[in-house]
């Protein structure tokens, strides 16, 4: 290199620098806002009372002012300003910007908007000051359709001071972690969102430019909060909307990398494609096929044309009742008949002994609100396996006091739908290798298929059910039993509940037997509704859950993923339709 060469390269690094120092922007001279910390308490009627602090150093101005927008039903209350010197301000009913700095000074009040409200305090006194904020945001968590959820902005975009900090601390009795909530935070992309000791916390990172503000969207399980706002959405509509303004850097990071996988992808595919053709053509490929129902093993006669049966069915198997259920559409549909067979286990179990229904955790036995609980510190091991393995992922889902809630089984049925389909996967798998071994079901096997063939000798089975369920239903051969005969009503409950019947049956059995309560385990006041509700409501939380898990897997490429939620950094942009979104804060 020359001494030409020499001089221009730096004359070329002199210019850099000079123009990236006159383009910088010049420091505040005036106020600055060194740190701002809010801690979020939320309770259990989902409202936010927060206590907000301010570190500043002030030269001019009346007051400090912070906006909150879109409010909806939200509503700010309480608010009250103490600074450092330990007074605290008064309130005014009505504040006036115009004000002067001495009619302003140790005093605070909320200023309404066109667009929401202005948090305002005089400043009172130039200078290192600290002022601490507290005030009340009602309907704070929202009820969707699905799922509870947090989907506010805290910190306002275009604040007249740059804040150097910003950490905020989202946090309730209800420990907020990775098993019960799902986090995304927008609008700060160099600062982040981490659960941290049961707590949400978000933190800037350093200063948040004027372009910058902080929205947090929490996604929480249902149950949590008394949240009493509700909102005609899915999360996923919601989260859907935040997503809206998010930096188009993230989404062509992703979609670079999306067509890079994808080539890959379809190369890798070609390949195995040309590797197998020539094995696809020296062999037939065998295809396996679901039961099927040949020769009218499916068509069952006409209700009237099936005969009552007055016997439990199946020497009481309830499995085999509920396979026979499951395809025959005796009872419910496949869904249904599922949570219908837990119930069943359950009246079962209280007939036994083994369980009890009992009081919550807190004392409260209300059927209607579902606030009840399920004590299964009696279970012991029964010679049925997959029995035996229903009570395990009850008593995993309830945890080390053996006792079971309905909101604690929904939110375990949430995060481990898995475990409860692969429950039901294996009952009717093991169910049809009984029936295989007992002659019902024919395997045949050819070149191209593997096939089970469902024999007429099933179809008997559920005439014997679908008997079953005419005799419960007829009051008028019920009332025929002898008194003698009442030991059978509990085994005749545990099928009703199977079949979907147990509402209709217990009315019955209330009219014929007014003491039946006093000479069973199974209280037919409110057994049978517990058994149905609890059961319900879990299974329709795995298939929530279920739904949820495919969803992430399908928009994983997307921008930002739906499928992250446990923390991490927050998004540039979006989050713009929240709850209290404003702009300006500050000084003035």
């Given at each position: 290199?020359?001494?030409?060469?020499?001089?221009?390269?730096?004359l070329?690094?002199?210019?850099?620098?000079?123009?990236?120092?006159?383009?910088?922007?010049?420091?505040?001279?005036?106020?600055?806002?060194?740190?701002i910390?809010?801690?979020?308490?939320?309770?259990?009627?989902?409202?936010?009372?927060?206590?907000?602090?301010?570190?500043t150093?002030?030269?001019?101005?009346?007051?400090?002012?912070?906006?909150?927008?879109?409010?909806?039903?939200?509503?700010?209350?309480?608010?009250?300003?103490?600074?450092?010197?330990?007074i605290?301000?008064?309130?005014?009913?009505?504040?006036?910007?115009?004000?002067?700095?001495?009619?302003?000074?140790y005093?605070?009040?909320?200023?309404?908007?066109?667009?929401?409200?202005?948090?305002?305090?005089?400043?009172?006194?130039?200078?290192?000051?600290?002022?601490?904020?507290?005030?009340?945001i009602?309907?704070?968590?929202?009820?969707?359709?699905?799922?509870?959820?947090?989907?506010?902005?805290?910190?306002?975009?275009?604040?007249?001071?740059?804040?150097q900090?910003?950490?905020?601390?989202?946090?309730?009795?209800?420990?907020?972690?990775?098993?019960?909530?799902?986090?995304?935070?927008?609008?700060?992309?160099?600062?982040?969102?981490?659960?941290?000791?049961?707590?949400?916390?978000?933190?800037?990172?350093?200063?948040?430019?004027?372009?910058?503000?902080?929205?947090?969207?929490v996604?929480?399980?249902n149950?949590?909060?008394?949240?009493?706002?509700?909102?005609?959405?899915?999360f996923?509509?919601?989260?859907?909307?935040?997503?809206?303004?998010?930096?188009?850097?993230?989404?062509?990071?992703?979609?670079?990398?999306?067509?890079?996988?994808?080539?890959?992808?379809?190369?890798?595919?070609?390949?195995?494609?040309?590797?197998?053709?020539?094995?696809?053509k020296?062999?037939?490929?065998?295809?396996?096929?679901?039961?099927?129902?040949?020769?009218?093993?499916?068509?069952?006669?006409?209700?009237?044309?099936?005969?009552?049966?007055?016997?439990?069915?199946?020497?009481?198997?309830?499995?085999?009742?509920?396979?026979?259920?499951?395809?025959?559409?005796?009872?419910?549909?496949?869904?249904?008949?599922?949570?219908?067979?837990?119930?069943?286990?359950?009246?079962?179990?209280?007939?036994?002994?083994?369980?009890?229904?009992?009081?919550?955790?807190?004392?409260?036995?209300?059927?209607?609100?579902?606030?009840?609980?399920?004590?299964?510190?009696?279970?012991?091991?029964?010679?049925?396996?997959?029995?035996n393995?229903?009570?395990?992922?009850?008593?995993?889902?309830?945890?080390?006091?053996?006792?079971?809630?309905?909101?604690?089984?929904?939110?375990?049925?949430?995060?481990?739908?898995?475990?409860?389909?692969?429950?039901?996967?294996?009952?009717?798998?093991?169910?049809?290798?009984?029936?295989?071994?007992?002659?019902?079901?024919?395997?045949?096997?050819?070149?191209?298929?593997?096939?089970?063939?469902?024999?007429?000798?099933?179809?008997?089975?559920?005439?014997?059910?679908?008997?079953?369920?005419?005799?419960?239903?007829?009051?008028?051969?019920?009332h025929?039993?002898?008194?003698?005969?009442?030991?059978?009503?509990?085994?005749?409950?545990?099928?009703?509940?199977?079949?979907?019947?147990?509402?209709?049956?217990?009315?019955?059995?209330?009219?014929?037997?007014?003491?039946?309560?006093?000479?069973?385990?199974?209280?037919?006041?409110?057994?049978?509704?517990?058994?149905?509700?609890?059961?319900?409501?879990?299974?329709?939380?795995?298939?929530?859950?279920?739904?949820?898990?495919?969803?992430?897997?399908?928009?994983?490429?997307?921008?930002?993923?739906?499928s992250?939620?446990?923390?991490?950094?927050?998004?540039?942009?979006?989050?713009?339709?929240?709850?209290?979104?404003?702009?300006?804060?500050?000084?003035?």
């Amino acid at each position: 290199m020359n001494k030409i060469n020499v001089k221009k390269l730096f004359l070329i690094l002199f210019l850099g620098i000079a123009v990236l120092l006159i383009s910088t922007p010049k420091s505040d001279a005036t106020n600055k806002i060194n740190k701002i910390t809010m801690d979020v308490y939320v309770d259990n009627n989902g409202t936010a009372k927060i206590t907000e602090t301010w570190d500043t150093s002030l030269t001019e101005g009346t007051e400090g002012y912070k906006p909150y927008g879109n409010l909806g039903k939200c509503n700010i209350s309480n608010f009250s300003v103490t600074d450092s010197t330990g007074i605290t301000y008064t309130t005014l009913s009505k504040w006036k910007t115009k004000d002067s700095f001495e009619n302003k000074a140790y005093k605070c009040g909320i200023n309404k908007t066109n667009s929401g409200v202005e948090l305002c305090w005089g400043i009172s006194q130039y200078g290192n000051r600290t002022y601490t904020l507290k005030y009340e945001i009602s309907n704070f968590v929202n009820q969707y359709k699905d799922s509870q959820g947090i989907y506010f902005s805290l910190i306002p975009k275009e604040m007249t001071q740059t804040p150097q900090s910003v950490i905020i601390t989202i946090r309730s009795d209800k420990k907020f972690n990775k098993e019960n909530s799902q986090i995304w935070a927008f609008g700060y992309p160099k600062g982040d969102i981490q659960f941290v000791n049961g707590n949400i916390v978000m933190d800037s990172k350093g200063s948040l430019p004027s372009s910058n503000y902080m929205v947090a969207l929490v996604k929480i399980d249902n149950g949590t909060f008394n949240a009493t706002n509700k909102v005609n959405k899915t999360f996923d509509q919601i989260y859907s909307e935040a997503q809206k303004g998010v930096s188009s850097v993230n989404t062509k990071i992703f979609t670079v990398l999306y067509i890079i996988c994808g080539l890959i992808a379809s190369i890798g595919v070609g390949f195995l494609i040309y590797g197998c053709i020539g094995t696809v053509k020296k062999r037939k490929q065998i295809k396996y096929s679901n039961l099927n129902f040949k020769k009218g093993s499916l068509k069952l006669p006409k209700t009237e044309d099936i005969p009552y049966n007055r016997d439990i069915p199946f020497e009481g198997n309830l499995l085999k009742a509920f396979w026979i259920n499951y395809y025959y559409n005796i009872g419910k549909y496949s869904n249904t008949c599922k949570s219908l067979l837990l119930g069943a286990f359950l009246l079962k179990w209280l007939k036994e002994g083994r369980a009890t229904i009992c009081k919550t955790n807190k004392g409260i036995f209300n059927v209607k609100n579902n606030e009840y609980a399920i004590d299964l510190s009696k279970m012991e091991p029964t010679e049925n396996k997959l029995e035996n393995e229903l009570v395990s992922i009850l008593l995993e889902a309830c945890g080390d006091n053996e006792i079971l809630e309905p909101n604690e089984f929904a939110n375990w049925c949430y995060h481990n739908f898995e475990y409860v389909n692969r429950w039901f996967r294996k009952v009717l798998s093991n169910i049809t290798a009984e029936l295989e071994k007992d002659g019902l079901i024919t395997t045949t096997c050819s070149e191209r298929k593997i096939e089970k063939i469902v024999n007429v000798g099933i179809r008997n089975l559920a005439i014997e059910l679908y008997g079953l369920k005419r005799y419960l239903l007829d009051y008028s051969l019920i009332h025929q039993r002898e008194a003698k005969e009442v030991a059978l009503w509990e085994d005749y409950l545990v099928y009703a509940q199977l079949l979907g019947i147990a509402n209709e049956v217990q009315k019955q059995f209330k009219q014929l037997y007014p003491n039946f309560n006093e000479i069973s385990n199974i209280n037919i006041d409110y057994s049978t509704t517990i058994a149905t509700n609890f059961f319900y409501e879990g299974l329709k939380s795995a298939r929530s859950g279920e739904n949820n898990s495919k969803y992430n897997s399908s928009s994983s490429s997307s921008s930002g993923g739906y499928s992250s939620g446990s923390g991490g950094s927050s998004f540039s942009g979006g989050g713009s339709s929240s709850s209290g979104h404003s702009s300006g804060g500050g000084f003035r």
